[in-house]
């Protein structure tokens, strides 16, 4: 497959990757994962990987011989190409409310709690509790704009670039920082109902950390 | 102006706010600037702001009956509704090309040196070196990106979101951390080119501060 299907480097636990694979997966794009351990043997730090990614961060995609980086990039490179099943929304106010979901969690959670910040803080104590409260912060925000758009999915009932934000953060926040999500029913109902999509299902972390 | 115009609330300082009044400036979009002092006097927390963001954070645009939040979301938003003068390039490849500086920016430098975490430090110091330490890596990055995309402008010769993302999150590294690029010599050369075109000077901080 890899030889004429794409090639997405990704690390399971990985947020980022996670979008990108769930991407892949709604559109039916056949891809093969190669797993960059980002944790434990550190490979995004290779000169092997660094040929790919000069950045040193998962994840990276090659696909229509490129290679391309930064997740949400991937992601609109994949729904401008591959347009069919779109993964945006019809109307320009849906747009921006998808937007703005996105954006919330692309640049106010997921940096703010990233693994490769850890190396900053002189104790894992002060990085959990750094991304803790801006994760939580974050989900008020999310909240707030959800209680706006959403219905089954964060904006109305069809799935698009906002979900496939939303579940991996949300994931990340419940299985490290607030098991309880409570204070922000609506972010909670709907991330409860997407678990239940095969789209999420079949690129879930501990999905395809089985298959590593 | 202000009844039929546009309305910006942003922070004369503010690298995302100034992303939103160079895109309103590049689109001829009248507008009016109400400046929200998110340092000294914190108006980002007063209750009568919050009507305006929940999420406490500038900018916000009232545009077209509806309030916006999230300048990428914004800046795509105006894309999307007044498409010309253009923002972004023709090509698949060059829109790859774009959004991958962006998000490089968005995500990976903008929050990790945004004065909101500040309270997260124990010390100015600790803050300092924190923004610094993740500023520069990503100017490293943007470098690498650059080097393959950029002519006169980020992306070839034409101004795109990439650009309006450059000229801000350039701007604040040279004015507090990083005061020599020579490290990075293409980011330096498309900034200082950049800083020569009109939408960069009238919506510059320092010329915004002057019109408080």
Chains 1, 2 share one sequence.
């Not at 698009?160 to 029913?185: E, G």
Request: aromatic share 8%; hydrophobic share 35%.
């Amino acid at each position: 497959m890899a030889k004429n299907g794409a090639i997405l480097y990704g690390f399971w636990q990985s947020s980022c990757s996670w979008r990108v694979r769930a991407a892949l997966r709604f559109k039916n794009i056949p891809y093969e994962e190669r797993g960059v351990d980002i944790v434990k043997t550190k490979q995004q730090g290779t000169e092997q990987y660094r040929a790919i990614n000069p950045a040193q961060k998962v994840p990276a995609l090659v696909i229509d011989n490129e290679t391309l980086v930064e997740s949400m990039a991937i992601v609109q490179y994949l729904e401008e190409s591959r347009p069919q099943p779109s993964l945006m929304p019809g109307t320009l106010m849906e747009r921006v409310q998808m937007r703005q979901i996105c954006e919330t969690i692309v640049s106010g959670i997921q940096p703010l709690q990233n693994i490769g910040i850890k190396r900053s803080f002189s104790t894992l104590e002060e990085y959990l509790k750094f991304s803790k409260y801006w994760t939580e912060r974050g989900l008020l925000t999310l909240e707030e704009l959800l209680r706006k758009s959403a219905g089954k999915c964060c904006v109305g009932d069809q799935i698009t670039i906002a979900d496939l934000c939303l579940v991996p953060q949300t994931y990340n926040a419940v299985s490290r920082f607030t098991p309880d999500l409570s204070k922000y029913p609506t972010v909670s109902k709907v991330y409860k109902a997407l678990l239940n999509e095969k789209v999420f299902q079949e690129t879930h972390p501990e999905y395809v950390k089985t298959k590593l």
